[in-house]
């Protein structure tokens, strides 16, 4: 003989209590549509008694990830990201050659001067 869970044979396992859809008591809702920059269409459902205020005017577009607004006609526009730069390419954009050098210079002669290796007079 199997022994189991104790679901009861023909029933879903899981299924609890019907919920206010299952009885035909759903709350109406609004449909909202939000387009983004290219052209793709997301629709979001939101309460009717809900005051437009509450209702985004921008969202996430999850097939894109762009931002995408209400207006079909005038979408958000898409934004510009600069590429990742690396510290160092920073560095050699505020610094020239001879600055770069110097500082170099200066901060051996730091290290040297606190191993002890130069004295202070040098």
């Keep these: ?9 023909g029933s879903r396992v899981g ?3 019907m919920g206010e859809q299952d009885r035909g008591f759903q709350a109406d809702r609004i449909r909202v549509s939000y387009w983004d920059a290219l052209g793709n269409e997301t629709v979001r459902y939101f309460a009717a008694n809900l005051p437009d205020d ?9 097939s894109s990830g762009l931002p995408a607004g209400r207006d079909k006609e ?5 934004i510009k990201l600069e590429p990742y730069k690396t ?3 920073y560095v050699k ?3 020239t050659e001879e600055e770069a050098d110097s500082l170099l210079e200066e901060a051996l002669l730091q290290l040297r001067i606190r191993r002890g290796k130069l004295s202070a007079t040098n």
């Excluded at 509450?54 to 999850?62: A, L, N, Q, V």
């Design 87 to 89: 510290h160092l390419a």
């Design 1 to 9: 003989m199997a022994s189991g869970g104790s679901a009861i044979r």
């Design 54 to 62: 509450e209702i985004p005017e921008t969202i996430d577009c999850p």
């Design 74 to 78: 005038n979408p958000p526009s898409v």
């Design 93 to 95: 954009e505020r610094r």
């Design 15 to 17: 299924a609890g209590p």
